[in-house]
Every structure is written in C-alpha cells, then in structure tokens.
C-alpha cells in the first residue's frame, strides 16, 4: 500500500527504512590470523562515512558500545584513525562476542601435520520458533491494520464483511505461508543467490496463482506496472485483483464500493486517517520519539513518520527481514591454504578465505565456518618422500591420532620413526592401526 506515494517504489522503501531505523549503517571488519592453537583478532568498527587519510581520532561507538568491546580487549592496543576504531586481541577457544554470537576455534596437531576448525555465529537468532513468531506477529499487526481501515472504509456496506473475511484469514493465513519461503529463501540464499532466487520465485508464484492472487498470463502486465513504478496502475492491478479474489466483478454494489482502491490518492489518505487512530500506530511513534528524544507531546510530521511506513515495514519484517539490515561484518581469515570445507570465499592471492554479510539480532543468524589442514611438509617426506596427506584425509588422520591414549600416541610416534621411502614403505604400514593404514595407503596410490 505504501507504493501509492509519489517517490519511486525503490526510493520509497529506502526512505522508510532509514526513518523507522534510526540509525546509519555500521560495518565490522574482521581480520583473524590462526597461530597455534591461538587465534589473533583484528575488529574495526565504522559507523556513517570514514576516510583513512584523516586524522579524527574521535570514536564513532557510544560509551556502552566502548565498554562492551573492552570487556574482551586491552584498551591500550586499541586504535582510532579516520572514523574507524580498531581492537586487537588473542583469543584461545572461544571467541569473544564482540560483534554479538558466539564463536569457536580448535587446534589439533600430530606429526603429520595439523587441522583447525573455525565457526562463529554473528547475532541474529537461533530460536527458529522465535524467529516465526517475530514473522507472524508482523503479518498480524499489517492484517489488524488493514482490518481497522476496511472496517471504518466500508462501514455498512455489504462488502464489508467479505473484505474483513479476505483479509482476516485467506491474506493473513497466505502471507505467513509466504514468509516461511523467505524465511527459506534467507537460509540458504548464499549457496548461489541467481539459482536460489529462481526456485524462490518460482515457488511464489505458483502458491500465488494456486489461490487465485494472479496467473501467469498476468505476469507481462505485473512486470511492467512495477518496472515503471507507474502508482494509477498498480492501483487499478489492486482493484482488480481484489475483485478477482473476492469474486464480485457481477456485483455492481461491490464493485462501487471498492472503486476507492483505483484511487492511489484517496487510498493513502484513509488508511494513513485510519492508521494513526491505531494503537499500534502510537505505540510505534512512541518508540520513534524516544528514539530521537522528543517530548511524548511533540507532534510529528507525516514526512518524517509516515503512517503507511508501517503497512511498508511489517511486510518486509514478515517477508524478508534481511532488508531492515544496517549492519554489515566482513571477516578474513589467514589461514594460508585452502579449507576443505567453508561458506566463505577462497581468495588465493591472499591465502585467505573471505566472507561478508549482513547482520541483525531479530534476523536469521550470520554464521561462517572454515576447516584446514597444514601438513609437516619436512616430516611426511621424510617418512614417504613427499607430502602425501593434505585437506580432509590429513584432518581425518589428525583426528584419528588425537583420540589415542597418551601411550598408544608415543607407540605410534616410534611407529612413524621407523617409516622411510621405498619400495618396503607399503608393507610397513600394514603393521599400522586399521584408520591409519587405510588412510596412509589410499594416500600413496593417490600420490603415485
């Protein structure tokens, strides 16, 4: 509904967005380099615009923001130049919450070589039940205010209960199920984001044509209202929609009643009157006057809160709530060779894995995750004369050898000493436990 304003479709969402936010864009930067079983952590924070050349050494973070992040750093290590605030730290284990989440790091070492594991979550919420609820009760608020308008809009009328009835259980019902694929569509949208969207898409549209919302002769003129961002049309692509699923287009009555939706202007005037007499309207400015310390009495302007934000900010929660995001963390790891496993990207000229996203505490969390090896180059040629366990067989092997006992450990350590190139290597390790031996042999055909 808020689409039937003048600014641009695009436009406008950014602007109530920005409005309802309050607040501008935060990024974390993350630079973390493995050393042992040590992990070294590098965040910088940058809040609005910043410049590397400058030399404003005031802090952009509030004071509880200052005190949280010296809960895991040493204040003497920190550094502030050109809007950004830099903390550096040493971390064995768990990793600080920071940026807000929790995180992982572990170190297993053997002879051969070792392997090391990384994940950390970056806020969000994990409570999947609680993320649907948060879902549902958005499209319950957009439903209850809709409800409100039609009920004050066709007051008497004979449309009016089957508008109320529409909107009261096939939209509210459908916008839920709706929300459960963007839910989906946010979950796993980073395995490939053209293929994903296309599945999603395709999805969509065909629960929305199965109840009759649209079909696929429609799409031509869906995709060109919109392109245009053309406000009569897509008022008129309402109306008649609207009629369609109420199935009233013989009811001459019915149809005068809901000539208001053809009427972008006369719409946006009766649902922004019938907003603002809403409960949940003066609980949301509430909060927005709080926000920006205005006295509860200071009244406030449509273009700086505008009623039909609402309809705007309780669809995308319910649909795709990554939207509302404003805070982006981006983190390298310097793991000096390519993971066997990781959602992030391999950047080899870096010999680092890279990795961003956009974070929220009411979204679906951000998580990364890596898995490495580094193999003892000198002490695998030594005993195969070459380096032949790398990756996911080398971390298999290190596993392996860090779930023995302290004694079976120092017996195969001497079992290992005894190994060297040539042509007895294979029968000597048949006298090797049945993982190693498996692992060792599939490791030398694969090297030959």
């Known amino acids: 509904m808020t689409y039937f304003r003048?600014?641009?479709?695009?436009?406008?969402?950014?602007?109530?967005?920005?409005?309802?936010?309050?607040?501008?864009?935060?990024?974390?930067?993350?630079?973390?380099?493995?050393d042992g079983e040590t992990m070294q952590r590098t965040l910088t924070v940058s809040q609005g615009s910043t410049n590397a050349d400058s030399d404003d050494d005031t802090s952009r973070l509030s004071a509880t923001e200052l005190a949280h992040m010296r809960e895991f750093y040493d204040p003497a290590l920190e550094q502030i130049k050109g809007g950004t605030h830099s903390f550096v730290g040493s971390f064995e284990g768990e990793m600080p919450a920071d940026v807000g989440g929790a995180g992982?790091?572990?170190?297993?070492?053997?002879?051969?070589?070792?392997?090391?594991?990384?994940?950390?979550?970056?806020?969000g919420e994990d409570d999947l039940q609680e993320v649907m609820q948060s879902r549902n009760k958005a499209v319950d608020q957009l439903i209850d205010l809709l409800i409100n308008w039609a009920r004050e809009e066709f007051a008497g009328q004979p449309i009016q209960g089957r508008v109320e009835s529409l909107l009261d259980q096939d939209i509210r019902?459908?916008?839920?199920?709706?929300?459960?694929?963007?839910?989906?569509?946010?979950?796993?949208?980073?395995?490939?984001?053209?293929a994903v969207g296309q599945r999603f898409a395709a999805r969509v549209g065909m629960y929305l044509v199965e109840r009759d919302y649209l079909s696929l002769a429609d799409l031509p003129?869906?995709?060109?209202?919109?392109?245009?961002?053309?406000?009569?049309?897509?008022?008129?692509?309402?109306?008649?929609?609207?009629?369609?699923?109420?199935?009233?287009?013989?009811?001459?009555?019915?149809?005068?009643?809901l000539a208001i939706l053809r009427d972008p202007e006369r719409l946006a005037t009766s649902l922004r009157e019938s907003i603002r007499k809403s409960e949940i309207y003066q609980t949301e400015l509430a909060q927005y006057k709080r926000s920006?310390?205005?006295?509860?009495?200071?009244?406030?302007?449509?273009?700086?809160?505008?009623?039909?934000?609402?309809?705007?900010?309780?669809?995308?929660?319910?649909?795709?709530?990554?939207?509302?995001?404003h805070t982006k963390v981006k983190v390298t790891l310097n793991c000096g060779v390519k993971p066997f496993a990781t959602n992030?990207?391999?950047?080899?000229?870096?010999?680092?894995?890279?990795?961003?996203?956009?974070?929220?505490?009411?979204?679906?969390?951000?998580?990364?995750?890596?898995?490495?090896?580094?193999?003892?180059?000198?002490?695998?040629?030594?005993?195969?004369?070459?380096?032949?366990l790398t990756g996911e067989p080398l971390a298999q092997f290190v596993?392996?050898?860090?779930?023995?006992?302290?004694?079976?450990?120092q017996q195969y350590d001497a079992f290992l000493d005894t190994l060297a190139p040539g042509s007895g290597l294979v029968e000597k390790i048949e006298e090797s436990p049945e993982l190693s031996r498996s692992l060792l042999k599939k490791a030398i055909k694969d090297a030959r």
């Open 344 to 388: 992030a990207v391999w950047n080899p000229d870096e010999n680092a894995v890279e990795w961003s996203e956009n974070i929220a505490d009411d979204n679906i969390p951000a998580m990364m995750f890596a898995a490495w090896s580094l193999p003892s180059e000198d002490f695998q040629e030594k005993c195969f004369g070459e380096t032949i």
């Open 6 to 34: 003048s600014p641009p479709v695009g436009l406008l969402t950014i602007a109530v967005l920005c409005v309802l936010a309050g607040c501008s864009p935060k990024a974390y930067e993350l630079q973390l380099t493995p």
């Open 104 to 123: 992982s790091y572990a170190f297993f070492e053997s002879p051969l070589g070792s392997t090391s594991l990384y994940t950390e979550r970056f806020r």
């Open 399 to 409: 596993y392996w050898y860090r779930g023995l006992s302290d004694e079976q450990r």
């Open 292 to 325: 920006r310390g205005l006295d509860g009495s200071v009244k406030v302007k449509d273009s700086d809160f505008d009623p039909l934000g609402l309809l705007t900010k309780y669809t995308f929660q319910a649909m795709l709530p990554s939207l509302f995001v």
């Open 221 to 257: 003129n869906i995709l060109r209202v919109f392109a245009f961002e053309d406000q009569q049309a897509m008022a008129e692509l309402l109306h008649d929609k609207v009629i369609q699923k109420l199935q009233v287009s013989d009811d001459e009555s019915a149809v005068a009643s």
């Open 173 to 194: 019902r459908d916008l839920k199920n709706l929300s459960v694929y963007g839910w989906t569509f946010e979950m796993i949208h980073d395995l490939g984001a053209e």
